[in-house]
T-cell receptor, first 114, second 113 residues
Framework: AQTVTQSQPEMSVQEAETVTLSCTYD???????LFWYKQPPSRQMILVIR??????QNATENRFSVNFQKAAKSFSLKISDSQLGDAAMYFC???????????FGAGTRLTVKP | DSGVTQTPKHLITATGQRVTLRCSPR?????VYWYQQSLDQGLQFLIQ???????AKGNILERFSAQQFPDLHSELNLSSLELGDSALYFC????????????FGPGTRLLVL
């Protein structure tokens, strides 16, 4: 069974600094998708970034980028120039190709200090 | 705003009761997913419907059921409620059945007393 592990329950970063959130996953599939979702205090789940496993290039969305290491089954999220609005729970998620049973990690709570 | 709507936002009920949660997907999306987020179990996939048909099933209890109607809105029915069913229930939608990014609604917070 596919599992997603986020080993950092909490992280903090100074405003304008850079922080990296870790995620590892376990799968025997070769084709899959990985996601980072953000859940602010409003509890809304907001898509941050998506990575297709067949793509070697790391996905980037403005200040958010990933470091996807397929062989190591690692998918970390880097947030640059952190802003107060980035404070939230961040969930890493895995979805196998042709299977919509999305698996989520336990989440990392990110605090941004002014 | 993802475009996915869920009603009600909050629901308080008693053990043994039955409730219905409603979800309207984004315009044009054919696929609807239901998730449960609880403190002890985290975020869990419950069930997926695509264009009215059940497509995938996750950790959904027998006391729970769902359906998707011709207008593509979906309802999640929870019966014989227990204290442990208290959770945030999310609906998500996507255009197609597979390989699609899922966009989440704001959730329905259920409290069973």
């Amino acid at each position: 069974a596919q599992t997603v592990t986020q080993s950092q329950p909490e992280m903090s970063v100074q405003e304008a600094e850079t922080v990296t959130l870790s995620c590892t996953y376990d799968t025997s599939e070769s084709d899959y998708y990985l996601f980072w979702y953000k859940q602010p205090p409003s509890r809304q789940m907001i898509l941050v970034i998506r990575q297709e496993a067949y793509k070697q290039q790391n996905a980037t969305e403005n200040r958010f980028s990933v470091n996807f290491q397929k062989a190591a089954k690692s998918f970390s999220l880097k947030i640059s120039d952190s802003q107060l609005g980035d404070a939230a729970m961040y969930f890493c998620a895995y979805q196998a190709y042709n299977n919509n049973d999305m698996r989520f990690g336990a989440g990392t709570r990110l605090t941004v200090k002014p | 705003d993802s475009g996915v709507t869920q009603t009600p936002k909050h629901l308080i009920t008693a053990t043994g009761q039955r409730v219905t949660l409603r979800c309207s997907p984004r315009s044009g999306d054919l696929s609807v997913y239901w998730y449960q987020q609880s403190l002890d179990q985290g975020l869990q996939f419950l069930i997926q419907y695509y264009n009215g048909e059940e497509r995938a099933k996750g950790n959904i209890l027998e006391r729970f059921s769902a359906q998707q109607f011709p207008d593509l809105h979906s309802e999640l029915n929870l019966s014989s409620l227990e204290l442990g069913d208290s959770a945030l229930y999310f609906c998500a939608s996507s255009v197609e059945a597979y390989e699609e990014t899922q966009y989440f609604g704001p959730g329905t917070r259920l409290l069973v007393l």
